[in-house]
């Protein structure tokens, strides 16, 4: 992907704002899912995990609203009010192996892989309003893959192989609602510079390198 953003460009600062408001709806719908996750979730250790997340995903909230401000952002959201429900209403309703499924393997997972394209075509100050998030979520999603890969560990092997086939349908199902919200993402990504195909092919990778990861059984 060639770097040809330039910061005064209109196209370039209004695709550029729209993505800074879409992933910080995102991040902020994680933050109340996994907050509302806490309740019951099935011991301390994942208790803990989703606490920091909480966290993390409240700093980054505060880091893009504050960048946003500075960058001259046109705030209107990008996600409707319904459309934020009906997410966090999907969460709210997924038991917890599915749960770590769409939110790790999906959200954060390929979510992040996608932002990170961008990241190099970004202006300055874009870059480092995301350098935090970013590198925070590497964090989530090695607790979720090994949250989901311990969870894996204590099936059945009919039961583990199950959960596993359904993992890629899981990824393609949400992947479908999230474009069906009518957010025309490919134009928005051009309009910063990148090349869509090469980032979808990216995206598509990662994706078959987390299932591979998933699959990999933990060592005695």
Not at 107 to 114: F, K, N, R, T
Not at 183 to 202: C, H, K, P, S
Request: proline residues 5%.
């Amino acid at each position: 992907m060639r770097q040809i953003y330039s910061p005064t460009r209109p196209d370039y600062r209004s695709a550029m704002g729209q993505l800074l408001v879409l992933y910080t709806q995102v991040d902020k719908l994680i933050m109340l899912a996994c907050a509302e996750r806490l309740a019951s979730a099935p011991d301390d250790a994942a208790r803990l995990g989703l606490a920091q997340q909480v966290g993390d995903e409240s700093r980054h909230v505060a880091i893009q609203q504050e960048w946003m401000t500075r960058f001259g952002t046109d705030t209107t959201p990008v996600l409707s009010a319904p459309q934020e429900q009906a997410i966090l209403a999907h969460f709210r309703a997924l038991g917890w192996i599915d749960f770590l499924i769409d939110m790790y393997l999906c959200v954060e997972a390929l979510g992040s892989d996608a932002v990170e394209q961008i990241v190099p075509l970004a202006d300055p100050g874009t870059q480092e309003s995301l350098r935090i998030p970013l590198a925070d979520e590497l964090n989530h999603i090695a607790f979720g893959v090994n949250r989901l890969r311990e969870e894996l560990a204590r099936m059945q092997p009919a039961e583990r192989q199950a959960c596993l086939t359904r993992i890629p349908q899981r990824i393609a199902d949400l992947t479908r609602t999230f474009f069906a919200t009518g957010i025309d993402v490919q134009a928005l990504f051009v309009a910063v510079g990148a090349d869509f195909d090469g980032l979808r092919n990216t995206v598509l990778a990662r994706k078959d390198e987390i299932l591979r990861e998933v699959a990999t059984p933990l060592a005695a």
